[in-house]
């Protein structure tokens, strides 16, 4: 079984009592960054307006108009403010821990990304990330697959009625790596599927 990632990889492993560590790194593109420069310096303009109409009807002078236009606009400055966050902050890394018989699970958090077709397509899901922990049991683990798509391949997982895409951030290289690694250790049948549509 060979623990050693592929020459050039970011995916680092731990070695502890409870069995390796497997920490793939949640990188992000630096441009993602523009998107949040945007974001703060349009809640500069949106605390401005919030004001001017918020003194206005606070002096008895607005309208029912207004009153409709400050309930929009707050919940406009609290979802930039909540994506601007989101694209700040830190990525938390996936990680498999494996131990004897199953894989401790954790999704991590992957960075925000308003660049890529695949988050535009999943705008809201990939903005309230849900963070994913996992026992994989040997149940899930004979699920294992690592399917070809039109995209490049997915390594997946079925957790219950739900396909999950384990390290998904990596690269094809990296996620053939860690199906062979998952197969060997865990005497897995065949993990390789053909080529198949979008899954």
């Known amino acids: 079984m060979d623990l050693n990632p592929p020459t050039g990889s970011e995916i680092s492993i731990r070695r502890g009592d409870q069995g390796p560590l497997i920490i793939i790194p949640a990188k992000g593109s630096p441009a ?26 606070l002096s008895g002078n607005g309208n029912a108009f207004e009153v409709f236009w400050l309930g929009g606009w707050t ?29 401790d699970y954790d999704a991590g958090i992957p960075p925000l990304e308003l660049n890529t077709y695949q988050k535009r397509r999943n705008f809201w899901s990939s903005v309230f990330v849900k963070r ?3 026992e994989l049991g040997r149940q899930e683990l004979i699920s294992l697959r690592l399917r070809e798509t039109e995209e490049g391949n997915r ?11 384990l390290a998904a951030r990596a690269s094809e290289v990296e996620r053939e790596w860690l199906g062979r690694l998952l197969a060997d250790r865990y005497a897995l049948p065949q993990i390789m599927l053909g080529t198949v549509g979008k899954t």
């Open 32 to 57: 993602r960054y523009f998107g949040g420069l945007f974001l703060l310096f349009w809640l500069g303009g949106w605390a401005f307006g919030f004001k001017s109409v918020l003194t206005k009807l």
């Open 75 to 103: 919940v406009g400055g609290v979802l930039a403010a909540y994506t601007a966050f989101r694209i700040f902050r830190p990525g938390v890394p996936e990680t498999l821990l494996l131990k004897r018989a199953s894989i």
């Open 132 to 134: 994913l922990r996992a």
């Open 155 to 165: 390594l997946t997982v079925d957790i219950g009625a739900k396909r999950v895409e």
